[in-house]
């Protein structure tokens, strides 16, 4: 029978066998994960970096709520949809699965509570691992490799009620970014499923919208442009070109609907035809709008129109420009000119 000592001498080199510590590479040149090989928190770190942030799918959560005059003391509550609040802070993950009582105790001179969690590789709790909610006053504690993901500043003055402080929501989100050929495989994407802010780039048009907004149950239900888009050129009609002074023709998507720019003749480098007084001219079409290839992308509202009138030594006089629903773009001189200014049209959604 073994005895005492050469079994605590196998269990030790057993447990070698299992628990590999995780060696620094040194040297001018270096990369990690190295396959069967641990990674600790600093290198997890530099993997995640910049992954930082609430992961929010709606219903406001480490909502800070319930201010008490009597306790001193407010709720930082999950998210009334999901039930829990969701955060990463550089590839570390956080989850509460109920609200936590915080306190606000009176002050004699003014003092900013901060609400934050907190990173810490120093924080040894199993049960609930190296991000905590914490509550500071005035500053955050540094050093020991602390990060802090701010959520609420509340700041209390002498003989102030809670009620009456001045409370600042700060709560930073996490918001990915996916890219997609065209506007009209948005409504392909899990709107309810995303987290709320989530972008997502229309890679031929350069548009981006975001998920926002709120349906009954919190989740996001709207993509809404981000305003506004680069400037992109404008699909013109056969005749029409850019004379090769001013600006060339580029419209910009809004939040609001479209700006347009430049200067347009009508014929050839060749042989510049006029603009007739009185007669209208389809001079092109908005990107992202109506049926025109290669441009199917679809109007996100039902009617786009909008007449703009424009007056100026090469502009339209008393004409106008009017930007159709389908996106087509038809000026009407008001006096005949070889040169027509788009700077300042605006079509607006309606």
Request: with cysteine; net charge negative; aromatic share 10%.
């Amino acid at each position: 029978m073994a005895t005492l000592e050469e079994l605590q001498q196998e269990i030790a080199d057993l447990r070698s066998l299992i628990t590999v510590q995780s060696q620094p590479q040194t040297g001018p040149e270096y990369s990690y994960p190295v396959v069967g090989r641990p990674v600790n928190d600093e290198m997890w770190q530099s993997v995640n970096l910049g992954d930082f942030g609430i992961l929010e799918q709606g219903g406001f959560p480490y909502r800070l709520t319930d201010l008490s005059n009597v306790t001193n003391t407010g709720r930082l509550a999950v998210s009334s949809t999901t039930g829990d609040a969701r955060a990463r802070i550089m590839g570390f993950y956080h989850r509460m699965t109920e609200s936590m009582t915080l306190d606000f105790p009176p002050v004699a001179s003014t003092t900013t509570y901060r609400v934050c969690l907190e990173y810490n590789p120093l924080f040894d709790d199993q049960n609930i691992g190296p991000i905590q909610v914490r509550n500071y006053t005035n500053e955050y504690p540094t050093g020991q490799g602390r990060i802090h993901l701010p959520l609420w500043d509340v700041v209390r003055r002498p003989n102030q009620l809670l009620t009456d402080a001045e409370v600042i929501e700060i709560r930073p989100k996490y918001v990915p970014t996916l890219s997609i050929a065209s506007k009209e495989f948005l409504d392909r994407l899990p709107l309810r499923h995303m987290l709320w802010g989530t972008e997502v780039l229309l890679h031929r048009t350069g548009e981006k919208f975001r998920a926002w907004g709120s349906d009954p149950n919190g989740h996001p239900d709207q993509w809404v442009p981000v305003d506004p888009s680069p400037w992109l050129p404008i699909r013109l009609q056969s005749g029409i070109f850019h004379p090769g002074f001013g600006a060339p023709p580029t419209q910009q998507r809004h939040s609001w609907g479209w700006e347009l720019r430049g200067v347009i003749r009508r014929g050839s480098p060749e042989n510049t035809q006029a603009f007739q007084g009185g007669t209208s001219y389809t001079i092109g079409y908005i990107r992202g709008v109506g049926d025109n290839p290669p441009y199917q992308y679809g109007l996100p509202v039902p009617r786009l129109t909008y007449v703009s009138r424009y007056s100026g030594q090469v502009g339209l006089g008393d004409g106008t420009i009017l930007i159709e629903p389908e996106g087509r773009i038809v000026a009407t001189p008001g006096r005949s000119v070889t040169t027509l200014a788009l700077d300042g049209i605006r079509a607006y959604i309606q």
